[in-house]
């Protein structure tokens, strides 16, 4: 039987974001490491390899799907309601010690992670995500970027078929994979972690790349949401908050914050769970750094108002949500308060037009995916 690493090597293509550099050796631009990789070798995250001189990307398959209430990504200003057909791949260029997908994103790093690739392509995918309803298809789970190709492949035959597209990603980028994907990519979820380059570098990554990504973004018209788990002891700290907090409020004070509650999970399981007074907290942090749009997620009914979208002007409640689930919808079809009639950032649709899900599914079984294993 073969080894998943045997199977994977197997479901490649050439890349496209790479150059050749000299002895054979090769560089490759899909996330911030930029690594430099050697003849017979894989980058840090260990699915991009170098073969003859030539980068070998991931193709043809998929981690798994899932049906996600946009929420969960959580897209909070992006089509309220819709249902996003999310699919993941396999390996990370990070190694978070709390990741709650680590079952894939540790694939080819960690034994203890197993996940049974499935045979896919952009059609099979796209036909899917529509016959369960989905507005929006989504590359989640693991690391978008290490596949960025294979995400451009999908999401080129998903904009065909009249769906948005979005990353739900660590935002580690580079000027050419922004470039790359841009055409293709209508929203775009960073999770950032934490504001001390030394906490980064603890999960294997650096901090600038993820601020550039996230500055990229928001210059190039990419609707963005900005994530971060909120984990005591590792970056709940007021200062580290206010920092990282204002950084954001100097790109632009449109973005919504979503500060989540960490639950014990991976190589953390002896940290304790988030409180809601700590959301509380950094929400209020967010907004005296002056953020118009602060959330407080994954304690649905414990944080107030902190679940709500207010219009910033005249502070009308104008979604009123319970977790995932929207009890009240009253943006306007053009995207405005129904009240004052101030403009809501965001990327709306005409009508709400209610929920299919407001917890995750799996596709049934009409979706035929066939295991690579
Ligand atoms: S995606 Fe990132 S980690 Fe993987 S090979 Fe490319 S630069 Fe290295």
Same mark, same amino acid.
């Given at each position: ?15 496209? %974001? ?13 996330? #911030? ?10 980058? &840090? ?19 798994? &799907?899932?049906?996600? /209430?946009?929420?969960?990504? /959580? ?69 978008? %970027? ?25 935002? *580690? ?42 500055? =990229? ?17 590792? *970056? ?5 908050? !206010? ?43 967010? !907004? ?10 994954? %304690? /649905? ?29 009253? &943006?306007?079809? *053009?995207?405005?308060? /129904? ?6 950032? #965001?990327? =709306? ?14 596709? #049934? ?9």
């Amino acid at each position: 039987m073969s080894s998943l690493r045997e199977i994977l090597n197997q479901n490649v293509r050439e890349g496209e %974001l790479y150059e050749s550099i000299e002895r054979n050796r090769l560089r490759c631009y899909a996330c #911030g490491h930029c690594c430099p990789i050697a003849e017979g070798h894989a980058g &840090v995250c260990k699915v991009r390899f170098n073969q003859g001189g030539k980068l070998y990307v991931p193709w043809g398959y998929v981690g798994g &799907v899932q049906c996600d /209430p946009i929420e969960k990504k /959580p897209f909070f200003h992006a089509y309220p309601g819709a249902l996003a057909y999310s699919f993941g791949m396999l390996g990370c260029d990070l190694h978070c010690s709390y990741c709650q997908n680590w079952v894939t994103s540790q694939a080819l790093r960690d034994p203890h992670a197993f996940s049974v690739p499935l045979q896919a392509s952009p059609e099979l995918l796209v036909r899917d995500a529509i016959r369960q309803g989905a507005k929006v298809l989504v590359s989640t789970y693991n690391e978008p %970027l290490i596949t960025a190709e294979w995400a451009v492949e999908i999401f080129k035959e998903a904009k065909a078929a009249g769906l948005k597209t979005a990353f739900v990603s660590n935002g *580690n980028g580079t000027p050419q994979v922004l470039e790359y994907i841009r055409p293709w990519i209508d929203f775009y979820k960073v999770d950032l972690k934490s504001f001390d380059d030394q906490h980064y570098r603890q999960l294997g990554g650096r901090i600038g790349p993820i601020l550039d990504t996230i500055r =990229w973004l928001h210059e190039n018209g990419v609707w963005l949401e900005i994530v971060t788990l909120l984990i005591r002891g590792f *970056n709940d700290g007021d200062d580290e908050l !206010k920092k990282l907090a204002e950084f954001l409020a100097s790109v632009s004070t449109d973005i919504p914050w979503h500060v989540t509650a960490f639950h014990s999970d991976y190589k953390m399981a002896e940290t304790p769970d988030t409180r809601a007074e700590d959301l509380q907290r950094a929400a209020q942090i967010g !907004k005296t750094a002056g953020l118009q749009f602060v959330y407080a997620g994954n %304690l /649905p009914g414990r944080v107030g108002e902190l679940e709500d979208t207010f219009c910033r002007r005249c502070r009308s409640r104008l979604i009123h949500r319970y977790g995932y689930f929207i009890e009240e919808y009253r &943006v306007t079809a *053009n995207g405005c308060c /129904p009240d004052c009639g101030e403009r809501v950032p #965001g990327r =709306w649709a005409e009508k709400f037009e209610g929920q299919i899900a407001d917890r995750p599914f799996i596709p #049934g079984r009409e979706t035929n995916f066939i295991s690579l294993t």
